[in-house]
């Protein structure tokens, strides 16, 4: 099977919406014409699993005019937007393996069609890749020379292989460039969680109390924008200076199972596990809406919910009921998989363009310096970021300043104290 998707028929509409995300993707643009030109990835294997939407087919599109020979599967069961996995075959011609909904037999032989593609790069979202080669495909390690990974839970998995002596071969670490989660992780996370959730419930989020656990990068998009919009906003935290930034910036915070008495709607985005355990699930008053916006279903407690509810059903699409032993009515959306790609679209291209430009500029970096680098997780190198902040700011309009040659003299001196 050279691709696996859902309706060939749906290539066209994916194709309009691909071109469309493209317009807001002038970073990754500007990328593609000069790997068209120079064909930095001339005949390398290429395996991405990334969330197939219109952002990732453009920076499939780029990595392929860079001369890849690509091959993409799904992320995540519920992120795929079919369309566009369509048009990937039809119009790009990307081998693509994605259905939105897909079962995990399906979507781990996505993945293993992924591998036996004999990636020299692999390009992860998430390390679902990486962790099958490491544990059952270690055959597929002999043609690898370097990797990349592109969020926060996919860096901590690679980092505790690290730690175990486990990982074979370099990975960037796209997640820790600055022009990464400063702006996807949080204006992205922030806009496109309550996009995922709006348009799953159409419920008005002025006025109802939106609680947050995890207040890093996604987390205070989420609650910056949640406030935005006129939400009473409480801030759940088991960090520290984290909880005292959230004080701070002028939320409500207190533990978890004091937060579920009073939230109507609740958003984890931790990367932790368990975070809506049983107590909180126990506390929470009726008609609550509980969703994650962190890469793994398991931040909420769903097995507790599943075994103690008298009752589910689906009330609207991706909105699941449960109705419990003493009458509250609990809604989860998405089955607690990421909800602004599983309700919504991911994030809005403007924002990806940048996090995309990461994916093509590491991708070439790790060609031309996978040789000289042991196993282990590498940042961006700073000038890849700040090249791409400095494109993004021109492709905006935005102009800075710089400093005068005094300046730069002052700025290096230690010699010029109190005048
Ligand atoms: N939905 C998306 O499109 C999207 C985009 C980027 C990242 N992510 C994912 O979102 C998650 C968070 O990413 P991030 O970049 O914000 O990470 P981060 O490390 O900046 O923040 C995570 C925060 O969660 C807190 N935390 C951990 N356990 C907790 C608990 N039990 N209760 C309350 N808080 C807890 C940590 O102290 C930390 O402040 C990751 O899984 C990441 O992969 C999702």
Not at 216 to 234: E, Q
Request: one cysteine or more.
């Amino acid at each position: 099977m050279d691709h696996h998707v859902k309706d060939m028929s749906l290539s066209d509409a994916g194709k309009a919406r691909i071109e469309w995300a493209d317009a807001d993707m002038p970073v990754l643009a500007s990328i593609r014409e000069r790997f068209e030109r120079e064909k930095p990835l001339a005949g390398i294997r290429i395996s991405a699993c990334l969330h197939v939407t219109t952002e990732t087919a453009n920076l499939a599109r780029t990595l392929k005019a860079g001369g890849a020979d690509m091959v993409l599967c799904a992320s995540n069961p519920l992120s795929t937007q079919d369309d566009v996995a369509a048009a990937l075959v039809q119009h790009y011609g990307i081998r693509t393996y994605a259905i939105k909904g897909e079962d995990n037999e399906t979507y781990y032989s996505h993945i293993d069609a992924a591998i036996d593609h004999k990636p020299q790069i692999t390009m992860d979202d998430g390390a679902d890749v990486v962790g099958r080669i490491h544990a059952e495909r270690t055959e597929a390690l002999a043609d690898i020379i370097g990797g990349t990974e592109e969020t926060t839970t996919g860096v901590i998995r690679l980092r505790a292989m690290c730690a175990d002596g486990a990982l074979k071969f370099p990975i960037v670490s796209v997640n820790d460039a600055m022009t990464k989660h400063l702006f996807d992780n949080r204006y992205g996370t922030g806009q496109s969680t309550l996009d995922g959730v709006i348009r799953a419930t159409n419920r008005l989020l002025a006025g109802r109390t939106l609680v947050v656990s995890g207040y890093g990068w996604c987390g205070r998009g989420i609650a910056m924008r949640a406030a935005g919009m006129g939400s009473n906003v409480i801030v759940c935290e088991i960090d520290p200076l984290k909880a005292l930034e959230a004080v701070m910036d002028g939320y409500r915070v207190m533990p978890a199972v004091e937060a579920a008495k009073v939230c109507d709607v609740w958003l984890t985005v931790t990367g932790d596990i368990n975070v809506i355990d049983s107590p909180m699930i126990e506390a929470m008053k009726d008609g609550a809406i509980i969703a994650n916006s962190g890469h793994f279903n398991v931040e909420i407690n769903i097995p507790h919910l599943r075994e103690h509810a008298v009752s589910t059903r689906e009330v609207r699409p991706l909105v699941e009921e449960f109705v419990m032993a003493d009458g509250r009515r609990i809604y989860l959306l998405a089955d607690g998989r990421l909800v602004n790609l599983a309700c919504a679209e991911g994030h809005p291209a403007n924002v990806m363009d940048m996090s995309f430009a990461n994916q093509a500029l590491s991708a070439e970096y790790m060609v031309k310096n996978a040789a000289s680098l042991e196993p282990g997780v590498y940042p961006v190198p700073a000038e890849i970021d700040a090249g791409i902040a400095k494109l993004k700011l021109e492709t905006m309009g935005v102009k800075i300043d710089t400093l005068t040659a005094e300046q730069e003299k002052y700025l290096a001196s230690w010699n010029e104290g109190t005048v």
